[in-house]
Structures are given as C-alpha cells and as structure tokens.
C-alpha cells in the first residue's frame, strides 16, 4: 500500500503563487507516475501535471502548462507543485496520486493512490 498527503493549500489572489506538497509513505516500490489532479465544485476531476518518478520527465495540462511546475525528490520521497500566476478558475481540490502503471500516455494511466486532497481558493 502507498499512502499520500497533501499540503500547502490555501487562500490568495489572483497572479500569486502557492506550491503544494505531497508526502508519500509505505511501500513506494515500484512507483512509475505521479500526479497531481483536480476537481472544482460541480465539475469533474481533471489531469493537472505528472511525473515520471524514475526519470523526472513530466507532463501538464495545457491549462496550466508554463505556470505550474512539478517536481519530485526521490530520497525525501515527496513530490510538489509550483503553481504561479495563479488565476480564479485554479481554484480547486487538488489530489496528489500514484500509480504502478506504465503506458504511452501517463495522464491517461490508472492512477491507484489518492491523497485526501488540498483546497486552493484564488479570488479575482
């Protein structure tokens, strides 16, 4: 089993930055993708970013590709997302995720392992 827990969300205004944290334990052997996704209220839950944990090679939406950034350390075993020019339709839930599946098309994968969620609120 692989646990995961978000951190770092929170309240701001539009244009600011905030960077989220997702903590992983248990048995992280192997892991291949690791995600992040959202869901705002009354809207399904979309692909944000990923990233290949061996290799560090990522993947975004194009929604927030070239303001978000994500990141991975394998030895403090977390992974984070660097959200800039934060915008008001960024306001979400964002889940951190895992997943033992490989593929050509890793936001497309089967992610198994969800953290509980973070909220992040930007205000026009």
């Known amino acids: 089993q692989v646990q995961l827990m978000e951190s770092g969300g929170g309240a701001v205004q539009d244009g600011d930055s905030l960077r989220l944290s997702c903590a992983v334990s248990?048995?992280?052997?192997?892991?291949?993708?690791m995600g992040w996704f959202r869901q705002a209220p009354g809207k399904p839950r979309e692909f944000v970013a990923t990233?290949?944990?061996?290799?560090?090679?990522?993947d975004y939406a194009n929604s927030v590709r070239d303001r978000f950034t994500i990141s991975r350390d394998s030895t403090m075993a977390t992974v984070a997302l660097q959200m800039d020019n934060l915008k008001p339709e960024d306001t979400a839930t964002y889940f951190c995720?895992?997943?033992?599946?490989?593929?050509?098309?890793?936001?497309?994968?089967?992610?198994?392992?969800w953290g509980q969620g973070t909220h992040v609120t930007v205000s026009a």
């Open positions: 995720a895992a997943t033992q599946s490989l593929g050509p098309d890793p936001p497309s994968l089967e992610y198994t392992y």
């Open positions: 248990g048995k992280t052997t192997p892991l291949y993708w």
């Open positions: 990233i290949s944990w061996y290799t560090g090679s990522s």
